[in-house]
T-cell receptor, first 118, second 116 residues
Framework: NAGVMQNPRHLVRRRGQEARLRCSPM?????VYWYRQLPEEGLKFMVY????????ESGMPKERFSAEFPKEGPSILRIQQVVRGDSAAYFC????????????????FGPGTRLTVL | AQSVTQLDSHVSVSEGTPVLLRCNYS??????LFWYVQHPNKGLQLLLK??????LVKGINGFEAEFKKSETSFHLTKPSAHMSDAAEYFC??????????????FGKGTHLIIQP
């Protein structure tokens, strides 16, 4: 059973461009969580999605960031008009059950996408 | 509200000597506590968790942690370090409030260096 897949692993964008980060959850998992890790910081929760629904986006910046998890295909974290402050590692996690974002042991993490904004 | 403080950003030990990674937490509710390890360019792997059962928790790879409510601590230990233990370690707290939006709170991480 393949783990959580994220691609690309590394992404370089110039200021003002768009970044699209993809996350394929583990087989059988229908819940996805996105986290951001800034340099020298711990992971910070961004958004929790189920198939076709955003359950909790309390950690998402109000502008330029959006996330989706369509019925078919991977979850997408989209950052429009990137700025240098968006440079970070973005981690996706998935879980099989609706235990919410509180249960770390049911969340399986991907290897992350490292976004660099020039 | 909840928070996690990892007291050391870097810890360096010699191979074969004990490891101690310190973590203090604060939480308005009875917390669940976790330690995760992150190897370079890899995802996070759960080492162990505390969820109000036994206060001494054993995890994978010989790691264990002790929950001390009076000290609000959840330090991670290992009797004998191995070169493969070199990685970033994160202490995580989750509030068991039954509701609310606190979710998971990560510490800033401790970089463990193993000297040969």
């Amino acid at each position: 059973n393949a783990g959580v897949m994220q691609n690309p692993r590394h992404l370089v964008r110039r200021r003002g461009q768009e970044a699209r980060l993809r996350c394929s959850p583990m087989k059988g998992h229908s819940h996805v969580y996105w986290y951001r890790q800034l340099p020298e910081e711990g992971l910070k929760f961004m958004v929790y999605l189920q198939k076709e629904n955003i359950i909790d986006e309390s950690g998402m910046p109000k502008e330029r960031f959006s996330a989706e998890f369509p019925k078919e295909g991977p979850s997408i974290l989209r950052i429009q008009q990137v700025v240098r402050g968006d440079s970070a590692a973005y981690f996706c996690a998935s879980s099989p059950e609706a235990l919410g974002k509180r249960n770390a042991d049911t969340q399986y993490f991907g290897p992350g996408t490292r976004l660099t904004v020039l | 509200a909840q928070s996690v403080t990892q007291l050391d950003s870097h810890v360096s030990v010699s191979e074969g000597t004990p490891v101690l990674l310190r973590c203090n937490y604060s939480s308005s509710y009875s917390p669940s506590l976790f330690w995760y390890v992150q190897h370079p360019n890899k995802g996070l792997q759960l080492l162990l968790k505390y969820t109000s059962a036994a206060t001494l928790v054993k995890g994978i790879n010989g790691f264990e942690a002790e929950f001390k409510k009076s000290e609000t601590s959840f330090h991670l230990t290992k009797p004998s370090a191995h070169m493969s233990d070199a990685a970033e370690y994160f202490c995580v707290v989750a509030a068991n409030s039954g509701g609310g939006a606190d979710g998971l709170t990560f510490g800033k991480g401790t970089h463990l260096i193993i000297q040969p």
